[in-house]
């Protein structure tokens, strides 16, 4: 099946796009969609040699963006988003990628496909680097305010994510709280744990950020305004110690030659922490494939966030969050705390 691309999603749209369009087709052959302006798209498309590369665009006159509300993309009734998501609707494809406004792209999302029956709210996932391997973490972003139920159902479908993308059998889940007692953490940790000790699921208690980059899970939850503070924040961290060891070892000839020497190891670490490796965060729970990318995401980001997408689909990612939905989350799931 194709894969859409919102070609009018980065800050840089559509050059990163466009590029990673050619290199995912010529990596997987499979149908990349290009959504967004023809006009602005053919030429600069051709300019890249694609020769006979399965890349075809699909016109969308309007963009989504970083700084529009619901209220704006009502408006634009034509965008990149609304349409790239019909096409996976329509069955034209199986998945959407996006590197645009996260919200707007939730909103569509969950406008375009509805959640998957028995789901709540959708919950924005990735994958973070910790020793020993990768571990699952959501949500980053997409639910700021949440409720004891929706963070049980963040557990679940980030369970089956890591069972089928990270090919964890029984993975352990982490309740992000300040301290591992089951008496820490604010009301809605405090109110989720016995939720999730009573879920089925391999929970192992709460983690702490040492014990989240120590390995100790392999699917750590939290609300989204906590998981997009620690996902920045990591990010930002890493960055700082690539950028001071890279001034440290340029300081002189001999830091240098070190350097030299270690490049192997260096280049392992910086790949390790490369946001752009990770590509792009499913959206898990909505009754389609939607993953959104950072909006400033570049080609190698963006390549990566079709890798990801194109792996989702292989792993028949969303007829297994059906079936659990369906066969373990059905009736089981408390109402809503009000």
Request: neutral net charge; aromatic residues 6%.
């Amino acid at each position: 099946m194709s894969i859409v691309l919102d070609a009018m999603g980065s800050d840089d749209r559509p050059t990163p796009e466009l590029q990673a369009a050619v290199d995912a087709a010529r990596l997987y052959q499979e149908e990349i969609i290009l959504v967004g302006d023809e006009a602005t798209l053919k030429p600069r498309l051709a300019a890249l040699n694609p020769g006979s590369l399965p890349v075809s665009i699909v016109h969308a006159p309007e963009a989504v963006d970083m700084t529009d509300h619901i209220e704006d993309v009502r408006k634009k009734k034509d965008n990149s988003m609304k349409i790239g998501m019909e096409l996976v609707k329509a069955g034209k494809a199986s998945c959407f990628v996006t590197a645009g406004n996260t919200g707007m792209a939730m909103y569509f999302a969950v406008k375009t496909f509805r959640n998957i029956p028995g789901i709540i709210r959708p919950a924005l996932t990735t994958i973070f680097p910790v020793k020993g391997g990768r571990c699952i973490v959501c949500d980053i972003g997409a639910n700021a305010e949440c409720t004891p139920e929706y963070l049980l159902q963040f557990a679940i479908l980030g369970s089956i994510y890591a069972e089928k993308i990270l090919k964890v059998k029984n993975p352990r889940v982490g309740l992000l709280s300040n301290g591992e007692e089951a008496g820490k953490g604010n009301e809605l940790v405090k109110g989720t744990y016995p939720l999730l000790q009573s879920s089925g699921l391999n929970f192992v208690g709460n983690v702490e950020g040492k014990e989240v980059f120590n390995g100790e899970a392999d699917v750590v939850v939290t609300d989204g305004f906590t998981g997009n503070i620690m996902l920045k924040s990591t990010e930002a961290v890493a960055k700082l110690i690539v950028d001071t060891l890279k001034e440290n070892l340029m300081a002189s000839y001999r830091t240098k030659v070190g350097a030299f020497l270690a490049r192997p190891a260096f280049d392992g670490v910086k790949k390790l922490i490369d946001p752009s490796e990770v590509g792009a965060a499913p959206l898990l729970g909505v009754d389609g494939l939607v993953f959104i990318g950072h909006g400033r995401s570049n080609a190698k980001a963006m390549t990566s966030a079709l890798r990801v997408a194109h792996l989702a689909n292989e792993a028949h990612l969303l007829d297994a969050l059906r079936e659990v939905v369906q066969t373990r989350l059905a009736g089981t799931v408390p109402p809503p705390s009000k």
